[in-house]
C-alpha cells in the first residue's frame, strides 16, 4: 500500500537546495540566463544575484545580445 502524497510544502523546500545549485550551475555555465535561473530556484533576482556573488561567479558576462535577451526576460518577453 502507498502512502498518500504530502501537500505540505515539504518536499518542495527540501527540494530548494538542490535546485538553487543546478541554477546556479546552470547559469555559470551559460545554460540559463540569469532571471531564469533566479525563477528556476524560487528567487528574485537581487537574490539570486547575491547568491551567485557568494558563490564566487560573475553576475557580468555577456555581450549586447546577451544583455538585451536579460532585458526581454525582466519585460516579461519570452
Do not use: T, W
Not at 31 to 48: H, N
Not at 49 to 58: D, L, P, R
Request: glycine letters at 8%.
Amino acid at each position: 500500500m502507498r502512502a498518500a502524497p504530502r501537500d505540505d510544502g515539504l518536499e518542495e523546500e527540501a527540494a530548494l537546495p538542490a535546485r538553487r545549485e543546478f541554477a546556479l550551475k546552470a547559469f555559470k555555465d551559460g545554460k540559463l540566463a540569469l532571471v531564469q535561473s533566479a525563477r528556476l530556484c524560487g528567487m528574485d533576482v537581487y537574490g539570486f544575484i547575491s547568491a551567485v556573488s557568494q558563490a564566487g561567479i560573475h553576475v557580468i558576462d555577456y555581450g549586447i545580445e546577451e544583455i538585451a535577451q536579460e532585458l526581454a526576460l525582466l519585460n516579461g518577453d519570452r
